[in-house]
């Protein structure tokens, strides 16, 4: 892994928001966002072709990556591969609330590449953002701050 603090890796891609107690659906757009200073998690920010303000997520890097190959999560985040469709199925849930959103494979596949490339899976804890920050926050906490 290189040491030099890496860029972050950002996509876009349209995902379906399946609507409650009807077959109908809305495109929404996820901008997918990953950073090696928050190396464990990938933000995603939906925005809705109705309008409307946007929905941050914080998604484990590894959950996402595990759920192209096999139904994964509990609790909040669950993603179930679609093998038929080539997509991904994710569920989202707070308090009583969820959302299901369905995303092709290969955009998803694709950003989770780029992101190994910055960060290898297994180096997290190495990476070079994640460990100044860490730094950082552990000095602050020794100084009282």
Not at 79 to 91: F, K, Q, R
Request: charged content about 20%.
């Amino acid at each position: 892994m290189n040491t030099e603090v890496q860029k972050p890796v950002r996509a876009a891609c349209a995902m379906r928001l399946h609507l409650p107690q009807s077959y109908t659906y809305v495109l929404v757009s996820a901008f997918l966002h990953y950073s090696p200073q928050d190396p464990y998690a990938v933000r995603m920010t939906f925005r809705s072709s109705t309008g409307g303000a946007p929905v941050v997520w914080y998604i484990g890097r590894d959950l996402l990556r595990d759920g192209l190959a096999h139904p994964t999560g509990e609790g909040d985040v669950q993603i179930i591969p679609d093998l038929e469709l080539a997509a991904i199925v994710i569920g989202l849930k707070v308090d009583n609330d969820s959302a299901t959103l369905t995303a092709q494979r290969r955009p998803v596949e694709s950003f989770l590449q780029q992101t190994a490339e910055a960060v290898p899976y297994g180096c997290e804890s190495k990476a070079p953002g994640f460990v100044a920050q860490r730094e950082a926050a552990l000095a602050r906490l020794l100084a009282g701050n």
